[in-house]
């Protein structure tokens, strides 16, 4: 099965994750199929929080991926966000 995570990057205290496409098998900060966005969770007021490239997630969701509730979450914000 193919699902849609989050990857830990960043240094200790200071994290910041990649949204990737990956076997479900896998490790969390293991081997991904594709990145399809980013979360920066310490983002100042100048910086981007959130990129996600909406055109790629359809097309994993419709060959069968699915989202983990936090990219659910980081998702529907990043929506409210831009509309």
Do not use: C
């Not at 099965?1 to 076997?23: E, Q």
Request: positive net charge; aromatic residues 8%.
């Amino acid at each position: 099965m193919v699902v849609i995570r989050l990857a830990r990057g960043g240094a200790k205290s200071r994290p910041f994750f990649n949204i990737v496409v990956a076997d479900k098998r896998t490790r969390r900060d293991g081997r991904f199929i594709e990145r399809i966005g980013f979360y920066n969770p310490t983002a100042t007021a100048s910086e981007e929080s959130i990129r996600i490239a909406h055109d790629r997630l359809t097309h994993w969701r419709s060959v069968g991926a699915q989202a983990s509730p936090t990219v659910e979450r980081l998702v529907n914000q990043a929506a409210k966000k831009a509309a």
